[in-house]
């Protein structure tokens, strides 16, 4: 049933028409290490991307691979090292940093709020700085305190609040510009279920208004369900993309979870082996438990999670 | 770039952001609200407490001489006298000084006055005897006894009073005038100085250092908290999610933290005044202290206040400078101890005595405002001073904050495993070998160079002379190279330090012979349009210059020569090179040069000077060319100073005081040949 509705939605509102597009983004670290060594890190290593209006692209990769930095590039948070990021709204194809960010909604676990502000002063600054009409801002606010159920907490300070609370004050303050496209980073992880499921379901209400949404998560089922388009990266390369059943299709694999963990050995090679890097052992493990034939302790508590859901 | 409604929003948010910080709202209340008043009530206190000590004390002199001692007599007059005076109501604040009573112990009492005065049961011992003829008196006390020191100061006064009557008694007892022979002149000193001027001058000492000790710290925890507070509460990678450039987030930033000094410096400039203004209403019905008419002070106070404003921009400036570039705010504290001290240093020049706000002290930061302020409260009153010290201020607060914003680099301040722009921080083990000083580097270190200049370096000149300027180019070429060597960088990729082909050096020598007379021409120009501002090298150079002309030509042309070409030619423009297009870091590098030399008449001559300069190393390669350009121009100058005569005959114009439009033309004409040729020259030179 929920299905259905949602092939529909994506007839209607997908256009086919891109929305923001990264070009051969490269992004290179200087690493400290031990003694006087540095060594370079391509975070990101020559990612193009497009997402499409009305689409939501999820991003899966095991810590380290990158997602973080792609997100902060596209975002324009951080200068790619070599590449280009653009947005297009209507006819225009924009690539100035300070005017893509205009139409973007940025979400990570390191964007705080200020503490000593109430949410209502927040939403204020940020429309005003957004270029938005006072009245607008007014109108907006107490829109999204709806939608949001915020008006019991919307005047208090921000340090004050709970973290559900800061939460829903987090996601305000992404739609006080009504940006068109959403890109969030990990915005469900260590989240309970409650605040995690309105942050999934805010997603989904979203792409029906025709917003573009890109985010990155660990977690495999929460992707599988949500996302139209999904994208693999491992060592700042992408390692495969497609939608969920073109995913399966292509490597014969039923789950998410198999097909991941599948693409991550073989780009790692055989000779590594499933824990030849341990960087990423613990990531394989909560990511692949078909091929490691185990799962953690922390791998069932979110699968649980998924269940109950 | 700088709209100002989205600044106006950024100030609005960090007013609100700061003003809800219960530290920076102590810091800024509680210090001029509470503190003040309470040392003021304190201070009254002790003194209070000192003079009712000093009220009941009571000296006990033992006398060893006859009953009938002249005396004797006298002091027990005093003794006397002392009482009755002591026993009138409000005789002793009257007196401006303690009262006391004399008690004299029977000289029986005391068998060994040293034991006696050691065990404090007297406080002074006076013996008595005749010698040739006349009496001869001995008075024993101990130093290191305060009330044994007063007690020894009374006797003396007895005796002044009992040698100066005797005279008296003896000059009329000859028959003489007394009058005519004691007082043979009169005297009297009178102190010309109103007494608002008096008033002044012991404000002028204290009030600057304490302004500015209060202004440091109102800006310190904002700026600390706009800054690396931001950071540690995570809410700058928000900030830059929204679109709104570094310059805009800093200038707001900045408004805001010298709004809040100001308003510190105010709140602690009404709470001082309101106190002394009260201290005042006491000691006035005490004491005659003299009438003050408060109201002579307002203009001066009005000139205080847009003094105390220009430097809350400048500290802003400077505390914001140094807190950017902090992760937390342990980490700022750590980098404003420093800046505390060196501000606090300079502070103390208002209790230097004669130290004249000149010219080049108006430019000089800190020191000019306490000079200022100390002149004003004397009613000293130069408006092109007064000028001169807030727009240096104002100008520097600006530059501070326009390079700051370029500096900058949230992505490096916000994702600290990038590679950090300022590497001077880091450890050394965890710096990389080789490459070039970041453009950060330089910017810091240029800054505190070019301050050493300032204060060290014009010590030194004004001191040592010739032997004092070496000394500043030496502090130009050793303070960036220990950033170079302690940063692991390449020397000679830093410096340029590589051959070229005849082809660079005869093209640069060309270039600088030719630029050389349009320079000059361009110097005595601008000097008729700003007349007073040190525009040639004579004016510079005319205290210090010596005999030797081969002393000089090191000093002046070969030392610049090299430690001014491997800083700017060197360091910076190869450091700028790695950040900026070719083009702009030659002009910003030529428009520091310009700037360095710290006058408005010099800054386009050496400005196109330092053009030409990056533009032959940007050709050539090397620095060498630099160098002997450099050389050149300096050496031309020199020469022409040592040799006037010489240089007359073959070339009038360069020694004449005016010179006809032919002959500029002809200069004008020949230089722009010479520099024409060298830009040939220069082209077919291969890097």
Not at chain 2, 150 to 156: F, L, N, R, S
Not at chain 2, 515 to 536: D, V
Request: aromatic share 8%.
């Amino acid at each position: 049933m929920e299905e259905n509705d949602r092939m529909e939605v994506i007839i209607l509102m997908k256009g086919n028409h891109n929305m923001i597009m990264a070009d051969h983004l490269v992004k290179t670290f200087i690493k400290n290490e031990k003694k006087n060594r540095k060594s370079e890190i391509k975070a990101v290593d020559d990612i193009s991307l497009t997402v499409r209006e009305g689409e939501i692209v999820g991003i899966l990769g095991p810590n380290g691979a990158g997602k973080t930095t792609l997100l902060r590039m596209m975002s324009k948070l951080m200068r790619p090292t070599d590449g280009q990021v653009s947005i297009r709204i209507g006819a225009e194809e924009i690539t100035d940093e300070i005017e893509i960010k205009r139409y973007i909604g940025y979400l990570s676990n390191n964007t705080k709020l200020y503490g000593r502000l109430s949410t209502r002063e927040l939403l204020q600054m940020l429309g005003t700085i957004y270029g938005i009409r006072e009245k607008t801002v007014e109108e907006r606010i107490a829109q999204i305190s709806q939608v949001l159920s915020m008006d019991a907490f919307l005047d208090n300070r921000i340090e004050k609040l709970s973290t559900g609370q800061t939460q829903r004050a987090s996601i305000a303050r992404c739609l006080v510009h009504d940006p068109q496209v959403y890109i969030f980073d990990e915005p469900t992880l260590g989240l309970d279920i409650i605040s995690s499921a309105a942050i999934i379901d805010f997603m989904k209400r979203e792409r029906e208004r025709g917003k573009t949404v890109l985010y990155s998560t660990h977690y495999m089922e929460e992707a599988e369900y949500l996302c139209d388009r999904i994208v693999m990266i491992h060592h700042g390369r992408i390692i495969s993309e497609g939608t969920p059943g073109e995913l399966r299709s292509k490597t014969g694999q039923n789950s998410l979870r198999d097909i991941f963990s599948g693409l991550i050995l073989s780009a790692d090679g055989s000779k590594e082996g499933l824990f030849g890097n341990g960087e990423l052992q613990d990531d394989i493990v909560s990511a692949g438990s078909g091929a490691a034939g185990g799962m953690s302790r922390q791998t069932a508590k979110r699968e649980g999670m998924y269940d109950e859901r | 770039m700088m709209n100002a409604k989205i600044i106006r929003t950024l100030v609005k948010k960090e007013m609100l952001d700061v003003f809800r910080d219960k530290k920076t709202v102590i810091m800024m209340l509680v210090v001029p609200i509470i503190l003040y008043p309470l040392i003021f009530v304190g201070a009254m206190q002790l003194m209070n407490f000192i003079a009712s000590s000093m009220e009941t004390q009571n000296y006990r002199i033992a006398v060893d001489a006859e009953d009938g001692d002249a005396f004797l007599q006298k002091l027990l007059e005093k003794a006397e006298t002392e009482r009755e005076t002591a026993e009138e109501p409000g005789a002793v604040e009257a007196k401006g000084e303690s009262a006391y009573e004399i008690t004299i112990v029977d000289d029986a009492a005391v068998s060994d006055y040293e034991t006696a005065l050691n065990e404090e049961t007297i406080d002074a011992y006076v013996s008595g005897r005749v010698q040739d003829g006349r009496m001869q008196y001995d008075v024993y006390y101990l130093d290191s006894v305060t009330n044994s020191g007063y007690a020894a100061g009374i006797v003396m006064d007895a005796f002044d009073d009992l040698r100066d009557e005797m005279t008296r008694q003896r000059i009329a007892a000859a028959g003489l005038d007394v009058h005519e022979i004691l007082d043979p002149i009169g005297y009297e000193k009178e102190n010309l100085a109103s007494s608002e001027q008096s008033l002044g001058s012991i404000m002028g000492a204290v009030l600057p250092f304490m302004l500015i000790i209060s202004l440091l710290m109102g800006t310190m925890y904002p700026a600390i908290d706009t800054t690396a507070g931001e950071r540690e509460r995570g809410t700058l990678e928000t900030i830059l999610t929204l679109p709104v450039t570094n310059r805009q987030l800093i200038v707001s930033k900045f408004i805001t933290v010298a709004v809040i000094g100001m308003i510190s410096a105010l709140l602690n400039i009404l709470s001082m005044g309101g106190i002394a203004f009260y201290m005042y209403e006491i000691l006035e019905m005490q004491t005659d202290i003299g009438s003050f008419d408060m109201t002579k002070f307002v203009p001066a106070i009005l000139v205080c206040m847009l003094a105390i404003f220009a430097f809350s921009m400048f500290i802003s400036a400077v505390t914001m400078c140094v807190t950017s570039f902090a992760k937390s705010y342990k980490e700022a504290n750590n980098y404003i101890t420093p800046l505390m001290l060196v501000v606090m240093f300079v502070g103390y020049i208002g209790f230097i005595p004669n130290l004249e706000l000149t010219q080049a002290m108006a430019m000089l930061p800190v020191a000019n405002i306490c000079l200022l302020i100390k002149n004003m409260l004397v009613f000293k009153v130069d408006y092109g001073m007064i000028a001169v010290v807030l727009i240096s201020n104002v100008a520097y607060a600006v530059v501070a904050i326009l390079f700051l914003s370029k500096i900058y680099d949230s992505e490096a301040i916000l994702f600290s495993e990038q590679k950090g722009s300022l590497q001077l921080f880091e450890k050394r083990s965890n710096l990389r070998k080789g490459g070039v000083p970041t453009v950060s580097d330089v910017w810091l270190v240029v800054a505190v160079t070019i301050l050493l200049v300032l204060y060290v370096g014009s010590l030194l000149q004004v001191k040592y002379g010739l032997a004092g300027l070496f000394g500043t180019q030496l502090i130009l070429l050793l303070v960036p190279l220990a950033l170079v060597l302690y940063t692991k960088k390449d020397v000679r990729q830093t410096y340029g330090f590589t051959g070229t082909g005849a082809a660079g050096f005869l093209g640069g020598s060309l270039l600088i012979t030719g630029l050389y007379p349009i320079n000059s021409m361009l110097a005595s120009g601008l000097t008729q349009l700003f007349p007073g501002s040190a525009g040639n090298v004579e004016t510079v150079f005319s205290g210090i210059l010596g005999d030797s002309a081969l002393v000089s030509l090191l000093v002046i042309a070969l030392a610049p020569a090299i430690c001014e070409e491997m800083l700017f030619r060197g360091l910076i423009l190869h450091a700028l090179k790695t950040r900026y297009k070719i083009a702009s870091a030659i002009f910003i590098t030529a428009a520091l040069f310009g700037f360095y030399h710290m006058s408005l008449v010099k800054f386009i001559p050496t400005g196109l000077l330092g053009l030409a300069l990056c533009y032959v190393v940007w050709r050539t390669g090397s620095i060498y060319p630099a160098i002997l350009m450099h050389f050149l121009n300096n050496a031309y100058s020199v020469i022409i100073i040592y040799y006037p005569e010489q240089v007359g005959r073959i070339f009038p114009v360069f020694v004449q005081e005016t010179f006809t439009l032919s002959d500029g033309l002809l200069l004008l004409g020949a230089g722009l040949f010479l520099t024409g040729i060298g830009g040939y020259v220069l082209k077919k030179c291969r890097k």
